[in-house]
């Protein structure tokens, strides 16, 4: 059974970064494919950005593109979201959750285990 911590959350201004890790423990790390969501307050449960299990292939949804990075180190067991511009409606609590996949996946029914979740807030 994979088991998954986020951390990183924080407040930051509009404008700001962070960068968000989940470290996986329990499995074989490297065979899963892995993605971030997010879910504001009211709001169903988004996309955010996947990876393939070895890095090579990484999605994001369009309000993202050209503004988060997700990685991957296998040898940590560890995703990375790295958010920078970041926009009040970046506000969320953010996700990361394993797929038992090769290539990224983009729906949450893919998606196999599930972190805890960090607070994600960005003032204006």
């Known amino acids: 059974q994979v088991q998954l911590v986020e951390s990183g959350g924080g407040s930051v201004q509009a404008g700001g970064s962070l960068r968000l890790s989940c470290a996986a423990s329990?499995?074989?790390?490297?065979?899963?494919?892995m993605g971030w969501f997010r879910q504001a307050p009211g709001k169903e449960r988004e996309f955010i950005a996947a990876?393939?299990?070895?890095?090579?292939?990484?999605y994001y949804t369009e309000s993202v593109k050209g503004r988060f990075t997700i990685s991957r180190d296998n040898a940590k067991n560890t995703v990375y979201l790295r958010m920078n511009s970041l926009k009040p409606e970046d506000t969320a609590v953010y996700y990361c959750?394993?797929?038992?996949?090769?290539?990224?996946?983009?729906?949450?029914?893919?998606?196999?285990?599930w972190g805890q979740g960090t607070q994600v807030t960005v003032s204006s």
């Open positions: 959750a394993a797929s038992r996949s090769v290539g990224p996946r983009t729906l949450r029914y893919e998606y196999d285990h």
């Open positions: 329990g499995g074989t790390f490297s065979s899963y494919a």
């Open positions: 990876i393939s299990w070895g890095g090579s292939t990484t």
